[in-house]
């Protein structure tokens, strides 16, 4: 008799960033990265391997990427009550396997120390993946101390073995080495509500939660950062050190499937600009630009059709409105646009979708109603240029630089600074993006 084996389906429910939540049936060996995929499918995002799962604990103030292998099912199970996932977009997640040296400054890796010569950013990685090697990261780091609200600054060492911190100094000597935290058992959270609940001593906290700890407070081990790239140094070592070379395999996956598919299929959408050329269909049959002027006013003609398009779609054919209407609204619809959001909000969604260099979104400016704002991360730090709207000929114009740029609309704003850097301190890549499941 043959029995029909039957794949154990589980519920799980995931929430956007609006906090509407939605109910999905998986089966029980699932990884967070299949689950991003089917829900990057079902929402019909772009999907560019930057999404991901988070673990969200709003009781605790706690929250981490799931890692692209982890089973979805297994990590619900050892959640308490309160804890949900999230469904965003996360573009540091492997940030560092690109740029290791801005995760690890030298003065923290204490195998840097004892080199005498630059180290390389590919001997870095090696040493951090190699089992045969005993990397560690060092510094001095805030812990809360356990069932009190006092913070208390301890030198501190991270090795694969676990969490370290001295009883004497700087010393690393066996004996002067007490044991906080094993990684083994435990998982690495970005605590989000440090100051105001937890009372910590500054903005960049983090905390080791055991597996099987079901939100304890004395079980959790808090601890404090002087500044991100020092807690992001800790935080991204404790995964490497954790996971190891899976890490690395989770970060190859999509570009050796991207190789793959490009084998057996023809690029839908993806086409290189250098195998575009102009081409003018106003004749009978097309025929093909060679004259660089004639093809620049082709496309800038293209341009304007298009924008005129829009402005039916938008306004309706008949609609009387001048074409500063159609600059005021274009941009609604886009990605990248987040409408009036506060300074602080805008620092919590680049917070939340990973600190990496062309990180941006636009929004209206909260001083001048007329007026919109470009926020943009740059090494680790979150800069704000004011977009102002100007005039010439009568004509409205929008610019970032007291206008020695101008133009049409915001669509054609954020397409220049993605090109070309201007006076902006790195190029536009990649938008800030909410989406509703």
């Known amino acids: 008799v043959l029995h029909r084996q039957v794949a154990i389906r589980k519920i ?16 029980a060996n699932m990884t967070a990265r299949d689950l991003c995929q089917l829900l990057v499918y079902k929402s019909h995002c772009v999907d560019d391997n930057s999404w991901a799962l988070v673990e969200h604990h709003p009781l605790l103030g706690l929250e981490r990427c799931l890692e692209d292998h982890e089973l979805v099912v297994q990590v619900q199970a050892s959640m308490n009550s309160d804890g949900r996932f999230l ?32 180290i390389l950013p590919s001997q870095l990685l ?11 990261i060092q510094g001095h780091l805030y812990m809360k101390e356990v069932g009190r609200k006092s913070w208390k600054k301890v030198y501190m060492f991270l090795r694969r073995s676990g969490l370290y911190c001295s009883t004497k100094g700087t010393s690393k000597e066996p004996r002067h080495l007490q044991l906080l935290a094993d990684l083994e058992d435990s998982n690495i959270f970005t605590v989000i509500t440090g100051k105001k609940q ?20 004395k079980e959790l081990r808090m601890l404090c950062a002087e500044d991100e790239q020092s ?12 996971y190891g070379i899976v890490l690395y395999q989770n970060y190859k996956i999509p570009q ?18 250098n195998s575009l050329v102009a081409m003018d269909f106003s004749g009978r049959i097309g025929r093909v630009i060679d004259n660089p002027v004639e093809a620049q006013s082709a496309a800038m003609e293209e341009g304007h059709a298009w924008r005129r398009t829009q402005r039916m779609n938008i306004l309706g054919s008949h609609s009387p409105l001048h074409h500063s209407s159609l600059s005021s609204v274009i941009h609604i619809a886009q990605l990248w646009f987040h409408g009036r959001i506060t300074r602080e909000e805008s620092h919590r969604i ?42 010439e000929d009568g004509q409205g114009f929008f610019s970032l ?18 090109l070309n850097r201007g006076v902006l301190p790195c190029k536009l890549k990649h938008p800030c993006t909410v989406v509703a499941l």
């Open 256 to 273: 050796q499937r991207k190789t793959l598919l490009s084998h057996f299929s023809a690029p839908v959408r993806s086409v290189s600009e």
């Open 198 to 217: 937890h009372g910590a001593p500054t903005d960049y906290g983090f905390c080791i939660k055991p597996n099987k700890s079901r939100g304890d407070m």
């Open 350 to 391: 680049v917070h939340q979708q990973g600190q990496v260099d062309g990180l941006f979104l636009l929004r209206v400016s909260q001083s001048n109603p007329k007026a919109f704002v470009l926020t943009l991360c740059h090494h680790q730090k979150i800069k704000h240029f004011q977009i102002l709207p100007c005039e």
């Open 126 to 136: 090696q040493n951090f993946l190699a089992t045969n090697s005993c990397p560690e």
């Open 87 to 118: 469904f965003r977009k996360n573009y540091a997640k492997y940030e560092f396997f690109r740029n290791p040296l801005t995760f690890f400054p030298e003065h923290m890796v204490a195998w840097c120390q004892e080199t005498n010569h630059a």
């Open 401 to 418: 630089d007291d206008g020695a740029t101008k133009f049409t609309d915001l669509i054609q704003l954020v397409e220049f600074y993605q």
């Open 231 to 242: 807690r992001s140094c800790w935080m991204t070592a404790f995964r490497i050190f954790k």
């Open 12 to 27: 799980v429910k995931i929430f956007s960033e609006d906090g509407m939540g939605k109910v999905v049936e998986i089966p």
